[in-house]
């Protein structure tokens, strides 16, 4: 019998493929070589469907964002910094995310989700950059970059390529204070 983790893993791959309008009981179900029937013994329809995927993608992501941030607080500035690179160059080649972006154009719970995980993804980046930036105001600027270059590159057409990411993120390393490197302010 599928399981709601099945559907939910399914309309996840969907969106990620092909964007929200393909997030469809029937095309889902035929994927997963089921009736619409099963759908129904998990979900009370589609928007509880809908809401149950968004759910799902904001826990992903901000479980994903708890083992970055738990990783890279072990770390010295520089390393966390080449970890936050690492981990940028993955994302870009996870459509997911930018899929989710798409939808939140069109849809408020979907804005809502990307919301709470851009926050949470900003105020972690804040306090990675609290660690070598005095000025709390110049460490949420400091955050900022990072963060919207991720969210640009993972938007942007033709794609960006993984190697120009690792070195902008190279570039920044080298821009932290006490990172070690030419510019770190050593």
Do not use: N
């Not at 520089?78 to 989710?100: K, V, Y």
């Not at 849809?107 to 949470?120: C, K, L, P, S, Y």
């Amino acid at each position: 019998m599928p399981t709601r983790d099945d559907w939910l893993d399914e309309g996840l791959r969907v969106l990620a493929e092909q964007g929200a309008p393909a997030v469809r009981t029937d095309r889902i179900a035929a994927r997963l070589g089921l009736t619409k029937g099963s759908f129904h013994h998990h979900f009370a329809g589609a928007p509880d469907y809908r809401r149950s995927l968004l759910d799902r993608y904001e826990s992903q992501m901000l479980a994903a964002l708890d083992a970055v941030v738990a990783e890279a607080s072990a770390a010295s500035p520089g390393d966390t910094f080449a970890i936050l690179r690492d981990r940028a160059a993955s994302a870009l080649e996870q459509p997911l995310e930018a899929a989710m972006r798409a939808w939140a154009f069109q849809d408020d719970d979907a804005r809502a989700a990307q919301g709470r995980v851009d926050t949470a993804r900003l105020e972690a980046l804040t306090a990675l950059w609290s660690r070598v930036v005095d000025d709390p105001a110049d460490a949420r600027t400091a955050a900022l970059l990072p963060h919207l270059v991720v969210i640009g590159a993972g938007m942007a057409l033709p794609p960006v390529d993984r190697d120009d990411l690792a070195r902008l993120f190279d570039l920044l390393v080298r821009l932290v204070p006490h990172a070690g490197g030419a510019g770190g302010g050593d």
